[in-house]
């Protein structure tokens, strides 16, 4: 099996303070942080760094995978 970055993702989403608003198409859940004041997705199946990286910076968080 292969283990993707979402547990890691929503981890450090919650612990900046970043709030689950919906569930969005598929397997993909619609997020708010209160840093950048926006909404951005999270692939439950995000399997590549270079995607979970992207949600931390939409997210106005500093931590890289």
């Not at 709030?19 to 397997?27: I, L, N, P, S, V």
């Not at 995607?51 to 997210?59: H, S, Y």
Request: with cysteine; hydrophobic share 35%.
């Amino acid at each position: 099996m292969v283990k993707g970055f979402y547990a890691q993702i929503t981890e450090a989403l919650k612990a900046a303070g970043c709030t689950f608003r919906r569930q969005g198409k598929g397997d993909h859940e619609i997020w708010y942080s209160p840093l950048t004041d926006r909404t951005f997705t999270v692939d439950r199946g995000s399997l590549s760094r270079h995607t979970a990286n992207a949600v931390m910076k939409q997210a106005g968080i500093e931590r890289r995978f």
